[in-house]
């Protein structure tokens, strides 16, 4: 009976000792396992803290590039103002000062050279010439003689009760007011304009 007692607490023993290493293994692979969920949930976190930061760097590296580029078409388009400004000015300028030209001799060879630019472009027998008030007192036979003398074409010349605006040269109409060409200083820097706005901005700037 001893012996089987013996035998029983030996057994006992051993498997309870079996049992404290099952047990001891069993908590050290979860040991194991924990800390390995434990690593790749650091590894997962850093990997998103990562690609959150490379996400922001690229958002931010874009909105620098946005920002660059509005900077840059802001500073354009106040240039070109700036310059068109200043384009505006000459042309204004110089509009000012054929306004301001005595009406001499020099200036009965601009008035009539805008007249008889007009009667070329119109190609009609009788026409009429419309001037502004100053000018108006320039248009006398010998004035008109010599706009006879030197058209390529025989025309007929009336000087228009009409009255234009502008600072100085003529607007040329038909007969018939069907058409008309205006050659005033306005009309004529207006169509020069765009060919010139080049070169008066390489003068100007």
Not at 95 to 119: H, M, N, Q, T, V
Not at 179 to 184: G, K
């Amino acid at each position: 009976m001893l012996k089987t007692v013996g035998n029983f607490d030996a057994l006992s023993e051993a498997t309870l000792w079996k049992a404290r290493q099952e047990a001891e293994q069993i908590l050290e692979r979860a040991h194991r396992g924990a800390e390995r969920d434990l690593e790749k949930a650091r590894d997962q976190a850093e990997r998103i803290k990562n690609a959150r930061t490379e996400q922001m760097k690229v958002r931010l590296a874009l909105e620098k590039k946005q920002a660059r580029s509005r900077i840059r078409l802001e500073a354009r388009k106040k240039r070109l103002t700036w310059k068109e400004e200043r384009v505006e000015a000459v042309f204004q300028e110089a509009l000012s000062r054929l306004a301001a030209l005595p009406r001499d001799e020099a200036y009965r060879k601009i008035l009539k050279g805008s007249i008889l630019e007009g009667i070329a472009v119109l190609n009609k027998e009788r026409v009429r010439v419309v001037l502004n008030e100053k000018d108006r007192p320039l248009f006398d036979r010998k004035f008109l003689n010599t706009l006879s003398e030197d058209s390529d074409r025989p025309v007929s010349l009336i000087l228009s009760e009409e009255i234009h605006g502008a600072s100085g040269g003529a607007i040329v109409r038909s007969e018939d007011d069907r058409v008309a060409f205006d050659n005033t200083f306005e009309a004529r820097l207006a169509r020069m304009k765009d060919g010139l706005r080049g070169e008066v901005a390489e003068a100007v700037f």
